[in-house]
């Protein structure tokens, strides 16, 4: 099938902010504990934490680390994580069913944040507790010195204030399934005091008002229209939860994954901007995409309500090539939103659905999905590129009919070079001609593909012969075009360099 992509140098959507390579640690399962967190590991650092993993998310490129849940979050009593390690409660955390033992806390993950260079997005509870809670914890990390909790901070040895810039007020408070859910009027209603209180202790930070958990939430949209009616002072960005995975081997569907994050997040900026019009304010919430990723959810609620235990493992899911393509599709939205979509975590970081897994006592090492997320964490620079697309649809059950071929570009203006991210959703190859207008000619510097037929078995040893394989564009047909065939069921990363704006 022939397709055709059109970029043009000069139209962009704005600069990709760098926030949108984040990542998600919750207490949940072996996320924290054996996860990002092992004392007793061989390579674990002086404050007990993995060196093999966080060697592993450097490699990813992960930008910004949201934290402690996450579901776990609307049950946790901040200061229980504070202080003397041995004073440190063992609570039954009723998210997840396990026992939290608080050997990770506020000061032991942001000072882990801090020496990877993540920036910290902070999650407060609104489900079991409320506005005092949540600026006490502000108070805790932003406030200098000369306060009951910012001396307390002090007196545990941290005398420098965290500045978490980011916090999320509260977690899928639209859930029934979350320990406080509420309706989104009394919702609304406590993230504008909460919020209020908040930005009081230290006016520097943003908040992350709750939008819904999914797509197909009965309430979407009446959701976001009233918790925005009512927190509008206070917030800066809507959040967005979605996870995808292939229903009854419906390859196709789950394919079009990218095509189906694309009209939830229009439907939700246009949500908004419904809200900003009809009170006349020039403000533009943004979108905090705070958890998205492969999940094969079906069959973790399947599955029952788990045993209580201690750091046990949960919905550890093992991916396959299939999964990477699908996860490079819906990176190739986000960076076609970005105008909007300030702010993005892959959920999770470690384990937990995660492009990362260990084995307590012993290794760490990549899943199939860790290939697209470090590709483009590590190259799409600069400005995103409104990229033109044409040709055949597929047909799917779920989604309808969506573009066969999705494409996003990126310029980076110091360098001149532009990427080009390309899935091919369809069961044939698609030949697709990039229409260039730029400067001058691009010239193809590599080009690359993830194929999702190279599925092997789901497991850890299938894993490392997982990875890109070279394709090879030709130059034309006409002049300022590139030809490529992708592969069925790929996903291809195309760098091709053209002039740079600085110094031209
Ligand atoms: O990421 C796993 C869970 O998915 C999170 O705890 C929750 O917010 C979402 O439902």
Redesign the pocket.
Known sequence: MAHEVVLDEDHDRGTIDPRLFGS?V?H?GRCVYTGIYEPGHPTADAHGFRGDVQALVRELGVTLVRYP?????SGYRWEDGIGPSGDRPRRLDL??RSIETNQVGTDEFLGWAQRNALIPMMAVNLGTRGIQEAADLVEYCNTPAGTHWSDLRRRHGRAEPHGVPLWCLG??MD?P??TGHMSSERYGDLAAQAGKAMKLVDPTIELVACGS??HTMPTFGYWETDVLDRAWDVADYISM?A?YEEHDGDRRSFLASGAAMDEFIRGVAATVDAVAARKHSRKRVAISFD?W?V?Y?SRYEAAGLPEVDEAGPR?EDTYGALDAVVVGDLLITLLNHADRVRIACL??LVN??APIRTLPAGEAWRQTTFHPIATVAATARGRSLVTRVTGPPVATRRHGDVPAVAAAATRDPETGRIMTYLTNRAAEPATVTLRHRGRRPLAVESCQVLVADSDGPRDRRAAPAFGFVPLDPATGPEPGTITVTLPPESWTVLAALGLPTRGT
């Open positions: 998600f919750e949940l849940g996450g579901n776990f979050v998210a997840w977690n899928e859930g399934w979350q958990s999914s939860h996870y958890e990723n999940w959810q919905i959920a999770q937990v659905i």
